[in-house]
């Protein structure tokens, strides 16, 4: 510290008079603060901040609805990957072509419909092809140039989460995106924050679910036996997922919440 | 007593002001002055900032795209790294490589397990070294020639592209008179099957074109050495897992011999059985001070102009009867001659000697004549048929090659790789001193460059052609057993280079020029015969190496050397060329990572120097970083001293790879380019340069004094940390065999004994489910940098330049800490002592159990993990520093600066105020080139963060995924997979160590090798009177010299 010459004390400094003044509005600072902080606080947890229902308009307007919910397909038909790496993959277009496959043009540039499955969805002579919704879809075909989906469910860099260390080991997809069966358009209905990660890496019973029922979106806890006849169902839940635990032999709670399981 | 520099032998007040500030560069003073209301003021405008970066904040982050392929990808599963083999070829010597590849780009180099030239763990983690582990970074250099460029009208050149230079290329080989009488093609050694086959349809095309070889950096003198022994030049080629005595006149070994990640792994195997009580002992006798030298038992410092004495002594004493008698050796250099000549006899076909690229051929037909004596060849050195054996020396050819241009005989030339124009000998002019001193090329009517750099030779030539990086492209090249590898592409090349071949074949107007198809001809033609070849070729390219295609063992190889001439006598000063440990020749002088890395004695970086002795700088009163100038017939140069204890006295090193002038932004203007002082009559050796004192100054960056631990050479450091009692804990600890055979406790002699009484119990033992452990050997340590570049290379740590680095703002998690460690001459210090022993020293975060770091954070951003990790969460940390000041072992780094935005060459940048991931994004800030190299299994940390070795927690996270994976597609449950065994994953740095110098484990898996080496007598904890409990051990270094030696 330097050291500062010692003041006369008749230089002293003494505060102007319209300083009094200033009191009432400090008061209503003080007061406006008590407010401030609380409300700053509510903001930053709310879903706006969170981003839950984030729902981006994506090129090709993919319903979740019809092909889970109504037609039932499995999501690792499309998301192959995630019982296998860390990240769920997009499906190629070719997975998209599977069943939307134009099998030839007919001389009138009238589409005719492909040889898949599909077949019994479309009606003969339907416009596959031509549906503008699918374009960016049957140009990535044609062109080779990949889909630009939009990414929805978007983690901070610096968290690293891995999708094969979570449905191998009895947490459903329904944990974290909700039901996606239902919608039409996907939408972020998690916090995905990290209290909400920490909740479960607490708490995994309130989540785990038997191996089998990881793609289930409506699987129900009050349904297995381990339920012993429980009709309330986060009670349910609860029964079911300690007997998951310890069969699992789910890690603890300080393993769990080392800050290297999620951030590198 | 061990030092790191001669300043800190010397106490000098500087050094002790780096001991006991961690932040050399920071002024308390500025904040002290400060008055209450500025400081005010200050904080005021600092708290509205972050008001207006609230709003700004309180946004969703930039919306990333996810692109799918549009066709499936077979067995590829995005996200998931996958491994495929290929090779890097040197000087015309394949170094068998793994290459990591996630999504499609390559992010990490590793060695190939499998090859019979590479070494590995458990035949699955294979060491790389600092040069092939740095080489991913040139791949991905924005600097690189991004396309053909034309400087047929102006010699500023003008983008061109391939289909032009084919029409140009037409017309100019329109030129070959007759069979090409007049066509010269310059090329780098290459090995490949394919190359040689394209020089040979080249040869086909134009009969009479001449074709040179040229490498800056040469064996030649050992083929020559081989042709005087046996008249047939051999290839030798070691297993030094048999040497009980390894003799080195000269021979970097370890560090820059072709082949020296399997030689130091072998090496290693003889040093470790030291805790059997058997150990190798290898002497070097060196006219410079090599990586080899610091780890050689018996180590002789000596002028180029007594090897061929120093020779003949070794061979008479070794029982060689023609060896000739030894003329003008001083006392102790007989006396070290005559034990490594007695120790070789003793040992037999269990020893071996060896002679270095500078020694004269003569000293390596002497080496020849010793190792056939004691039975060696057969056991330790094994003779092999070399195929281009009887190629002219690459003096004798670019020589020949200046004279055909000068007396205009060539009026095409193409010249493949290299870079002559740098790094020929300077009397043959291809140097191109612009308008009033042209290069020679420029006298070539035709010249074409193929380059990955649009560099000094590209510049001066009509053509230049971009070259693909060899991970970019097909190709083949054969390893130092000869054995055949493919080259096999990770990319696609990025910026449409081709390569040499490929270039080969469009000259000889081959049908087939796409190098893929000509490799699988070839492969299909010479070497995959019988047998389904599309089954065997995809074996091979997994493998990476064709099965039993090794040269064959020389046959009848008989010495026929009668009498050994002395070569003409020279005298001193001498000058010595080396390799740079950054630039090589040269050729790596843009890699940023490779600049930063520490050379492995001098510990310089983004520099290199006149490497002189302490005995001549008192001589010539020169400093270390004053100018001084040398002379020798016809040169001169000026260049920076650097004053190096052990350097031989009398010789002065000059390290080659510098002043680079068209390297790019990272490697122009630094260094002195020493290839200035050499000439065509020279090889590695000046002899009679004089010496003067410029007067100027340079600095040099060394980091030789950055984060020193505070124990040595410090009178009173201990005082002041313990309070004097006992005596210190030495960090470094060693012990020569004899001693540590009559007690293994002798390494630990001298220190204070741990404290384990403790203020509060640990909370935890940080052990569940695994205890992750590391350990150090010295003994095994030979100070490489392999490790270094492998921890920046997985761990996205950047560069920060020399500039910051002065500072003392390097990132490297890992550093080798040098010490030195000199006895005092009579009437002399410690440092006059001209041949200091040496100890290497891996210093990375220790993992301790008690970490003081830990203690002092306020805002808890580095905790400790239920497996002994000292996690670093960069996501809290607000930059205090606190931790990186109260860490012992000053293993912290922090961001200073946004450094992944920031060029090292530029010191200070415009300030970005945008936000930081924008900057990220925009690539008129960043090139997105740059970004591919990120392993993106780790945070890029931007400024503000504090950051540390986290012994690669991203590969334990997989590994633990993986076998959790498995376990439960098997048992539908973890139980009983918690423990991962020894072995199953290891850090970067462990993976990329030949010598296995670093092992890292689980002590949990008790019978691991990990729980084995913790309880080694050897073992001991760094700096264990603080009760710190690191988690890494170090195995004291144990010495193997001669009766008579100094211990």
Partial sequence: ?264 | MYWRSLNQLAETPEVRALIEQEFPNYNPSELATTSRRKLLKIMGASMALAGLGLTGGCRRWPKEKLAPHTTSQGNHTPGQVEHYATAMEVGGVAQPLLVASFDGRPIKIEGNPTHPMSWAVKDKFGAADAFAQASILSLYDPERSRSVIDRTRDAAGKSSDWAAFGEAAVAAFGRAKGAGANVAVLAEPMSGPSAVELRKRFQVAYPQAKWYEYEPVSRDNALAGSRLAFGKAYRSKLDLTKAKVVVSLDDDLLMFHPVHTRHAADWADLRRSGDKGEMSRVYVAETTFSVTGTVADERLPITPDKLFALAQAVAAAAGVANAGTAANLAPNETAWAQRAGADLKKAGKNGVMAAGPAATPVVHAIAHAVNQQIGAVGTTVQLLEDPAGDRPTHLEAITALAKAITSKQVEVLLILGGNPAYDAPMDLHFYDGGDKDPSILRSVPVTIHLSVYDDETSRACKWHLPMAHYLEAWGDARAWDGSANICQPLIEPLFGGKTAVEVLAIAASEKETTAEAIVRRTWQEQLIKGGDFEKQWRKTLEAGVLENSAFPAAAGATLTAATFAAPAPVSGPFVRFTPDSHAYDGRYANNGWLQETHDPITKLVWDNAAIISKKDADAWGVKQGDVIQLDAAGRSIQIAAFVQPGQPIGVITLPLGYGRTAAGNVGNRLGFNTYHFRQSVDGDVVSGVKVSKVGAHYTLATTMEHHILDEFAQKNALDQRVGGKGKTGYIVREATLAQYKADPRTPHATSHGGVSLQLFNNPSTFNTPNAWGMAVDLNTCTGCNACVVACQAENNIPVVGKDQVMYHREMQWLRIDRYFKGTAPAGGTAADDPNPQVVHQPMMCQQCETAPCEQVCPVAATVHDTEGLNTMVYNRCIGTRYCSNNCPYKVRRFNYFDWHAKDPRISRPAPYHGFPDAQQNDPAQIDPIRRLVYNPDVSVRMRGVMEKCTYCTQRLAQAKISRRNAAFAANGSEKGSEVVPDGEVMTACAQACATRAITFGNLNDKGGELVKLHKNPRAYEVLAELNTKPRTRYLAKLRNPAEGEKA
């Fill in chain 1, 1 to 264: 510290m330097s050291e500062a010459a010692p003041t006369p004390p008749t230089k002293r400094f003494t505060f102007p008079r319209w300083v009094n003044y200033a009191l009432p509005v400090i008061a209503v600072a003080i007061a406006g603060g008590l407010f401030y902080a609380p409300t700053l606080f509510v903001l930053g947890a709310s879903p706006k901040t969170t981003a839950v229902g984030y729902a981006p308009e994506q090129p090709v307007p993919y319903s979740h609805a019809v092909h889970v919910g109504k037609l039932g397909m499995d999501c690792r038909y499309c998301h192959t990957t995630v019982e296998s790496a860390a990240f769920a993959a997009i499906p190629a277009t070719q997975t998209c072509m599977n069943c939307h496959r134009p099998a030839a043009e007919d001389d009138k540039g009238k589409v005719k419909v492909g040889t898949g499955g599909i077949r019994s969805i479309i009606k003969a002579g339907g416009t596959d092809v031509a549906n503008p919704a699918l374009k960016p879809l049957h140009d990535s075909w044609k062109t080779g140039a990949p889909v630009q989906w939009v990414k929805v469910h978007d983690l901070p860099d610096y968290a690293f989460f891995n999708h094969s260390a979570h449905v191998n080991r009895g947490v459903g997809c329904v944990s974290c995106h909700g039901r996606i069966d239902q919608m039409d358009k996907v939408y972020q209905s998690k916090p995905l924050s990290m209290g909400w990660c920490l909740d479960c890496h607490r708490e995994p019973e309130k989540e785990l679910r038997p191996l089998d029922q990881i793609t289930n979106m409506g699987w129900k806890a009050v349904d297995h036996p381990y339920a012993e006849g429980e009709t309330d169902a986060a009670k349910a839940q609860l029964k079911v997922g300690l007997k998951l635990k310890a069969e699992y032999g789910t890690r603890d709670i300080p393993y769990m919440t080392s800050c290297y399981t999620c951030h590198r």
